[in-house]
Structures are given as C-alpha cells and as structure tokens.
C-alpha cells in the first residue's frame, strides 16, 4: 500500500463491539470509518466540525458507493486513506481503507458530501477555501 497517494492517512484499531455474528466486521461498521477519517482530516486543515456548526455550515452526506473487499475482524488494524475533489457544490471524497497486516484492500468507497448554510444547500465555499490545498 503506497500512502504517498492520499492527502489523508488515518489509522483505526478494530474494536471488539464492531464484530457481527460472523466474527468480522459489520458492514454498517465502515460507514463509521469513514466518517471519522472525513473528520479527522477536518481536524487536520483546521476547519472542524464544530467550527462548521458555530458558521452555520453543516455538511450532509448526499451518497456512498461502497465496494466490501476483505473483512476485517477483532484485532485487526486498518489504514485508511482519502483523498478530495471538488465538483460544483459536491465534495467528493474517494477513501480507501487496508489492513495495516498485509496490506489488503478492505474497502473502496466514494462518499460525496454537500454543505448547508443555514440550513439552505450552498456551493460550500467556506469548505473550499479550507480544503485549497488539498483539492485534486
């Protein structure tokens, strides 16, 4: 798994309460993934969450392909990855998530997201201009 591709590297331990009766992670797991790398990487250009809510921003998620590659079970941990585009009023973010063992290929999604301002659909700008520098 070669990192240098994504703007954003995450990593996340596996919990035990994530594990379905099959002993591997739920799907509905992944979503939660996801998101929190998306705020982790908020966290990192310095435009948090909470910030967003005190300007009135709100970003909503408008759609997720997801492709299940390998499951991950109790005690695995996993690498996952974004990159972000810009599309109008759509970000899109393509996020990748390995196992951080052999580096296998967990999770292939497309999550696009757009923002609210005051409760009204925006172009985002506010984003944007946090997210400059790492727009492809």
Do not use: W
Not at 70 to 76: E, F, K, Q, W
């Amino acid at each position: 798994m070669d990192k240098s591709g994504y703007i954003f590297t995450y990593r996340i331990e596996v919990r035990d309460y994530e594990i379905d009766a099959e002993g591997i992670v739920n799907n509905a797991n992944y979503l939660h993934y996801l998101e929190h790398t998306r705020h982790e990487f908020c966290n990192k250009v310095g435009f948090s969450f909470a910030q967003m809510c005190e300007k009135g921003i709100t970003p909503v998620l408008s759609r997720v392909e997801i492709d299940y590659m390998t499951p991950l079970r109790s005690g695995d941990v996993m690498v996952s990855c974004l990159n972000i585009k810009r599309k109008g009023p759509r970000f899109i973010f393509y996020q990748d998530v390995f196992r951080e063992s052999d580096e296998s290929p967990v999770v292939k999604a497309v999550v696009t997201v757009v923002s609210l301002k005051n409760e009204k659909l925006s172009r985002g700008d506010e984003i944007a201009e946090a997210f400059k520098e790492y727009l492809m």
